[in-house]
């Protein structure tokens, strides 16, 4: 079935664009030569199915920090505009940390962004929000986190949306899937996440899993050490960005803001010298 929603247009082309955040984005998966100096899935992704089926051709207006809102009025019609035949979307995330979001509302404007791209004809990948288990300071939230997946998964199945059901994959449970910001995935998370969005849309790729030993378990000591440099480097900037009003994609430009044919070997790697990193 996915094969078939992922043939060409009538002119031919097949078109992946990529919206949302810092998610889809690529933090945490640090590639200098890179637009904003990151890879990530969506990069991935993209490739593979230039190796599966050359022709792709690849935009991503993904920016960190973004909110629903911004996704809709920043990023909607630009990617619309393409004329998709796959979006992948994750949006909503920043909304869910920010203690004054309405979550019901949120959805419903989620869900008209969903209506919006399915009307396109394109294949919609949508993806739940992980259960991030980072500190008891992060605790109220999931309550809201469950409230986001539950109506995720029902707009997915309302519009016929392919679900990547990012709250089920156990694998990571695993620290080393995690940057040291402990919100957003290492490399090997995003090649982890790029082979269940391909097994999602039945290409097949050559995305390869780390394995590891058991992670070595810390002492005590360790454990607060760890804990109180993740506070000081990462959350108390966070609330600092917050009440200034400010955040770390305010100076950024999408990475790919038209879509770029994606060779089928070397991949974008190939287009490195021609787009500066950030």
């Not at 449970?173 to 995935?185: F, V």
């Not at 969005?197 to 070595?216: C, F, R």
Request: proline content about 5%; overall charge positive.
């Amino acid at each position: 079935m996915v094969e078939k929603l992922l043939s060409p247009g009538a002119d031919g082309r097949r078109v992946y664009v990529a919206l949302g955040d810092s998610f889809t984005e690529g933090v945490g998966d640090c590639s200098s030569r890179l637009p904003n100096g990151v890879r990530g899935w969506a990069d991935r992704v993209a490739e593979q199915l230039a190796r599966a089926d050359p022709g792709w051709e690849y935009a991503n207006l993904a920016i960190r920090s973004k909110r629903l809102r911004q996704i809709i009025a920043e990023q909607l019609e630009a990617g619309l505009a393409m004329e998709p035949t796959l979006v992948t979307l994750y949006a909503g995330g920043n909304d869910i940390l920010d203690l004054g979001t309405d979550i019901r509302a949120l959805m419903k404007d989620y869900e008209y962004l969903v209506a919006r791209l399915a009307a396109s004809g394109a294949t919609v990948v949508l993806f739940t929000g992980f259960d991030v288990r980072v500190s008891a300071l992060l605790e109220p939230l999931k309550r809201r986190n469950a409230f986001y997946n539950q109506r995720v998964r029902e707009v997915a199945a309302r519009y016929e949306a392919v679900l990547v059901d990012y709250w089920c994959f156990d694998a990571f449970y695993d620290p080393r899937m995690w940057n040291s910001d402990r919100l957003h995935m290492s490399k090997a998370g995003h090649k982890y996440l790029a082979g269940q969005v391909l097994d999602q849309l039945g290409v097949a790729h050559k995305v390869k899993s780390k394995e590891w030993a058991p992670a070595a378990k810390l002492g005590f000591r360790d454990r607060g050490r760890g804990q109180r440099r993740w506070v000081s480097d990462w959350v108390l900037p966070l609330f600092a960005r917050k009440l200034r009003g400010v955040t770390l994609g305010d100076d950024l430009s999408p990475r790919w803001p038209e879509p770029v044919r994606v060779p089928p070997k070397a991949g974008l790697k190939k287009l490195t010298a021609k787009v500066p990193a950030d």
